[in-house]
T-cell receptor, first 117, second 116 residues
Framework: AQSVTQLDSQVPVFEEAPVELRCNYSSSVSVYLFWYVQYPNQGLQLLLKYLSGSTLVKGINGFEAEFNKSQTSFHLRKPSVHISDTAEYFCAVSAIYSPQGAQKLVFGQGTRLTINP | DTEVTQTPKHLVMGMTNKKSLKCEQHMGHRAMYWYKQKAKKPPELMFVYSYEKLSINESVPSRFSPECPNSSLLNLHLHALQPEDSALYLC???????????????FGNGTRLTVT
């Protein structure tokens, strides 16, 4: 069964500093990986996705992530953060739902990113 | 602006009330989802409709009753809820039906439900 582990529950960073949010997944089959962001009192917004091809994926708001199959990781990075990046970030893997063979998203526990001035 | 619209934004209901949550999308997506999210937790899948048919029910109690009147609308009917059902209820849609692996989900902003 597929699973996702986000290694940090909270990450405090100063404004304009770089940040990395870590995500590891477990799967015995090919996976599709996603990062979502949730701002306070809002739903989840897709930041980026990895389906196939280049292992470096660029998303919205200056975020990027690198798929590393050997380390089963999909870490999210941004070179310079802003106050507006304060939010909850969820890594997710697309799992195959038996018995229909349908897609189901499995989320990590989330990482709270706090940007300090 | 989100392309998945949920109403109402907030709902307070007593344990004997009957209410409904509504979700609408006009992106032509063929799969629609209900998720429940408790504070400081990830979303938990409740139901999935694919091509207007209920495809996945994650063993949700019968006091939650989903309905998909057409490909653009998704409802969640609530009856005899418990205080522990208080949560943010999120609707989502994806372009393809359940067999469309890798199709990202588009979420609404949710309905904040409080059961008293």
């Amino acid at each position: 069964a597929q699973s996702v582990t986000q290694l940090d529950s909270q990450v405090p960073v100063f404004e304009e500093a770089p940040v990395e949010l870590r995500c590891n997944y477990s799967s015995s089959v090919s996976v599709y990986l996603f990062w979502y962001v949730q701002y306070p009192n809002q739903g989840l917004q897709l930041l980026l996705k990895y389906l196939s091809g280049s292992t470096l994926v660029k998303g919205i708001n200056g975020f990027e992530a690198e798929f590393n199959k050997s380390q089963t990781s999909f870490h999210l990075r941004k070179p310079s953060v802003h106050i507006s990046d304060t939010a909850e970030y969820f890594c997710a893997v697309s799992a195959i739902y038996s018995p229909q063979g349908a897609q189901k998203l499995v989320f990590g526990q989330g990482t709270r990113l706090t940007i300090n001035p | 602006d989100t392309e998945v619209t949920q109403t109402p934004k907030h709902l307070v209901m007593g344990m004997t009330n009957k209410k409904s949550l509504k979700c609408e999308q006009h992106m032509g997506h063929r799969a629609m989802y209900w998720y429940k999210q408790k504070a400081k937790k990830p979303p938990e899948l409740m139901f999935v409709y694919s091509y207007e048919k209920l495809s996945i029910n994650e063993s949700v109690p019968s006091r939650f009753s989903p309905e998909c009147p057409n490909s653009s609308l998704l409802n969640l009917h609530l009856h005899a809820l418990q205080p522990e059902d208080s949560a943010l209820y999120l609707c989502a849609s994806s372009r393809y039906g359940l067999q469309g692996h890798g199709s990202p989900l588009h979420f609404g902003n949710g309905t904040r439900l409080t059961v008293t």
